[in-house]
């Protein structure tokens, strides 16, 4: 994701902390990614330089805008730290794939007094599915044919994080709403496709 991202022209910053950096640091030891797919831009390999890899990964913190922390669950604990640390008010923190992730991340901040500094968000899944086949080669194989639930799931973690939960009434109210919005995108989602057809 980020090579497309730095490919399709955005400041990108690729950063992990040990033991997860095992890939990025061969990708650092080659100098660049090669990306092919399905997209017309990768018919062709497209070979992209591996300089925005950043092996500080508080200084990838601070330096930018949009943080994906793209790891499981169990894995996110040293991220938010960091983030907590050393991140900048403002910034925007997405989980893609994050199952709850946000909420327990806006929880940890309301606990180090900095719930009011960041966006939260996450998502149910990539838009895309890749690969890696081979030696710094990425694949990319394919588009999610439904993406409904995925804004669904944004828009359920924000009612959930900020919404009233100090009572049973207001839990269960939020809740409620978000499920009924993922409900609704995902339909919507589908009707889309069907449409398309």
């Known amino acids: 994701m980020a090579s497309d991202l730095k490919y399709s022209g955005y400041d990108v910053v690729l950063s992990s902390v040990a033991p ?16 092919e797919g399905m997209f017309s831009k990768y018919q062709e390999p497209v070979v992209i330089p591996t300089d925005f890899i950043e092996e500080n990964t508080p200084k990838a913190i601070e330096r930018t805008d949009i943080i994906m922390i793209n790891t499981p669950a169990f894995a996110q604990e040293v991220y938010e730290e960091l983030i907590g640390k050393y991140g900048k008010k403002g910034q925007i923190v997405v989980f893609p794939c994050g199952g709850f992730s946000a909420v327990n991340f806006h929880n940890y901040l309301k606990g180090i007094n900095r719930e009011n500094d960041f966006y939260v968000c996450e998502t149910g899944s990539f838009i895309y599915t890749t690969k890696l086949t081979g030696l ?26 900020f919404a009233d939960k100090s009572s049973l009434n207001g839990f269960i109210t939020t809740y409620l709403a978000g499920a009924a919005i993922c409900l609704v995108t995902t339909i919507i989602s589908a009707k889309c496709l069907a449409f398309k057809k």
Not at 20 to 35: P, R
Not at 140 to 158: A, C, P, T, Y
């Open 20 to 35: 997860h950096n095992s890939k990025l640091k061969m990708f650092k030891i080659l100098g660049n990614i090669k990306i």
């Open 136 to 161: 710094g080669s990425v694949l990319i194989k394919d588009m999610k044919k439904s993406v409904g639930m995925l804004f669904g799931v944004v828009f359920f973690e924000f009612l959930f994080t």
